[in-house]
């Protein structure tokens, strides 16, 4: 299964993309997300005020191909998912002997996506250092939009962008409230941004003058870029996102002031 493609498809003038990290929080229920509005339609509310998001739930657990064919079909033609690689791979192997989980990972049915699909964020855990173990993973992954995102001080390391070069590998930008290192290199023909926190990790939300200095920052990435907001705890991240989105000029063309009466 491994020879799947992942996100491979034409790319004209470079992009930027804004969304969450996932859409199934409790916390936007009756804010972002109107009161009445059916939880089985909330992707669908979303969609139609942002330009992308990240699946969450693909990190706990696969998939499926009727998943992924559903979420395609109930977003508008131009949205972008980006899916997040599982942590059987990333946690539970600790990227070591992943050729079955990766196998498993493709079966799931990510592809189904099809125009759709963005990249695939690899999410590493902040024990996992910079080791030989990396090279291994990446060279098993299959063509396509890769972003890693480390959490451990060693992969400050120089090999390590060269290796993420060299497979044409994104390096996370990652805004942590400190809690891990951030790292700022270009590494692939693509920009991947995470803003977790300003203050605290998962919650709190960016004030308007720290969304302007990001704003300023993402303008000037060359590529397509994918920002998504972390900060959903407290259901902050989806009106940063359109916030944000504003500010950079890029809210989609299909984005409604209005909820979809049809979503009712």
């Keep these: 299964m ?49 330009a992308s998001v990240e699946v969450n739930g693909s990190f706990y657990g696969d998939r499926t191909p009727r998943d992924y064919r ?44 099809g125009a759709k699909l963005g990249p695939i964020l690899w999410q590493l855990p902040p024990s996992l250092p910079f080791d030989a173990r990396l090279a291994d993973f990446l060279a098993l992954l299959p063509e396509g939009r ?4 480390p959490r451990h001080p060693s992969f400050t390391d120089p090999a390590f962008r060269a290796l993420l070069e060299r497979h044409g590998v994104a390096l996370v930008l990652a805004d942590a409230a400190g809690a891990f290192p951030e790292f700022d290199h270009r590494t692939a023909d693509f920009h991947y941004v995470r803003l977790h926190g300003e203050r605290e990790l998962y ?53 409604a002031t209005e909820p979809d009466p049809t979503l009712f």
Aim: proline share 7%.
């Design 2 to 50: 491994l020879q799947k493609c992942y996100g491979l498809r034409p790319v004209g003038s470079a992009a930027i993309r804004v969304g969450t990290s996932g859409w199934t929080y409790p916390e936007w229920r009756g804010d972002f997300y109107p009161a009445r509005l059916a939880q089985r339609r909330e992707l669908e509310h979303l969609a139609g005020r942002l």
């Design 203 to 255: 919650r709190g939300s960016y004030p308007e003058e720290s969304l302007k200095r990001w704003a300023d920052r993402v303008s000037t990435f060359e590529g397509d870029t994918y920002v998504y907001f972390d900060n959903t705890m407290d259901g902050a991240a989806p009106h940063n996102a359109e916030t944000l989105a504003a500010l950079l000029g890029t809210t989609p063309t299909w984005a």
């Design 70 to 113: 559903s979420w395609a079909n109930r977003t508008p033609e131009g949205f972008t998912f980006a899916v997040k690689g599982p942590r059987s791979v990333t946690h539970v192997h600790a990227l070591r002997d992943v050729k079955a989980p990766l196998d498993a990972f493709s079966a799931s049915g990510p592809e189904e996506l």
């Design 146 to 149: 890769h972003a890693v995102e």
